[in-house]
T-cell receptor, first 116, second 112 residues
Framework: GENVEQHPSTLSVQEGDSAVIKCTYS??????FPWYKQELGKGPQLIID?????GEKKDQRIAVTLNKTAKHFSLHITETQPEDSAVYFC???????????????FGQGTILTVHP | NAGVTQTPKFQVLKTGQSMTLQCAQD?????MSWYRQDPGMGLRLIHYSVGAGITDQGEVPNGYNVSRSTTEDFPLRLLSAAPSQTSVYFCASNRGLDSPLHFGNGTRLTVT
């Protein structure tokens, strides 16, 4: 089955700096790569996702890049703010079409701390 | 919309006891799933459902049962609790195959 490795496990940055979290996946058939943010005491919430037919996607201060050949994808957060402090999870799945359910495999998570 | 509602928020069980974690969604989503979250291991899929009456196993199904009698509800049953089931459990729902998961706020379960 799919295996997703996420690095680093913890990341500490100063406010205004950029943060980068990287994930690698094992199944070359995976075609959907979401990123979730989890705040303390809450469930994860989708912040951005990318499909395998796209190399990069941006949403304001957040961007995700995908390298299908190398089987890795990364989350980039620019101009970090203290409210960006949270746990971030990458995930991967493959949709085979029809009614098949695309099971998400999650990375281990990255604890991001943004210091004011 | 309340989204995905999980009850209880916290639970302590003794080894061998059984219980049901409740999950309800009011978004009319077809797909629902249960994950457990353990330190350093991310979220792992326990069971999922693609519609009322249809369930299937995920990555770590042993020790858990599910049923889906309505679109709204997807309870998770622990048959005989074990310390290895100490975890935070999240229920999620989504509208379709390539739509994002909506998570509840979790149930923190401790088995002593």
């Amino acid at each position: 089955g799919e295996n997703v490795e996420q690095h680093p496990s913890t990341l500490s940055v100063q406010e205004g700096d950029s943060a980068v979290i990287k994930c690698t996946y094992s199944d070359s058939a995976s075609n959907y790569f979401p990123w979730y943010k989890q705040e303390l005491g809450k469930g994860p919430q989708l912040i951005i996702d990318i499909r395998s037919n796209v190399g990069e996607k941006k949403d304001q201060r957040i961007a995700v890049t995908l390298n299908k050949t190398a089987k890795h994808f990364s989350l980039h957060i620019t101009e970090t703010q203290p409210e960006d402090s949270a746990v971030y999870f990458c995930a991967a799945s493959k949709y085979a079409g029809g009614t098949s359910y695309g099971k998400l495999t999650f990375g281990q998570g990255t604890i991001l701390t943004v210091h004011p | 919309n309340a989204g995905v509602t999980q009850t209880p928020k916290f639970q302590v069980l003794k080894t061998g006891q059984s219980m049901t974690l409740q999950c309800a969604q009011d978004m009319n989503h077809e797909y629902m799933s249960w994950y457990r979250q353990d330190p350093g291991m991310g979220l792992r899929l326990i069971h999922y459902s693609v519609g009322a009456g249809i369930t299937d196993q995920g990555e770590v199904p042993n020790g858990y049962n599910v049923s889906r009698s309505t679109t709204e509800d997807f309870p998770l049953r622990l048959l005989s609790a074990a310390p290895s089931q100490t975890s935070v459990y999240f229920c999620a729902s989504n509208r379709g195959l390539d739509s994002p998961l909506h998570f509840g706020n979790g149930t923190r379960l401790t088995v002593t």
